[in-house]
């Protein structure tokens, strides 16, 4: 067993999108995951998680945000391919988010590992000016994993 917590954070620099009447001049989203994870082999762990994302749109004088919480299932496979690194790829679903992760890891200390990967995150059904607003964000990260 172990517990997980991950961090995004996405903004928009020059926004021009056309939307509901409105020309919103840039976009963020953040979202937080706590996730409980079970190994089920040396190679495969599952895990159920929450989570909490926030999005928002500004314009002119104005912005809209909205937070919502959510749940979601997924499955991690992992197996290393060196010494001191590991590959690994994750997949969730749920009510709120799909996810998508493909990564490498690499063993700096007894139980500390850097990560490199690309993520792929969609974040579902914001409610902006009345209309379902998804968001996506995808790209390389870099992070510290701690496993006790």
Known sequence: MAVQYKYSDSKTKDYNYYFSGYNA???EVTGH??????QINPNVSAFVGYTRSTGKINWSGYSE???KSGYHV?????????????????ASAGN?????EIGLGYDVAMNTELNLF???LKYKDFD?????????????GAGVTYKF
Not at 33 to 38: A, D, G, I, K, P
Not at 96 to 100: C, D, I
Not at 128 to 140: F, P, R, S, Y
């Open 118 to 120: 690309y993520r792929y």
């Open 25 to 27: 001049k840039s976009a």
């Open 65 to 67: 945000e909205q937070s």
């Open 74 to 90: 997924g499955v991690i496979g992992q197996t290393k391919i060196a010494d001191a690194v590991t590959a690994w790829a994750s």
């Open 128 to 140: 902006v000016l009345g209309e379902d607003v998804d968001a996506t964000i995808k790209g390389l």
């Open 33 to 38: 995951e706590f996730n409980v994870l079970y």
């Open 96 to 100: 709120r988010l799909t996810s998508y």
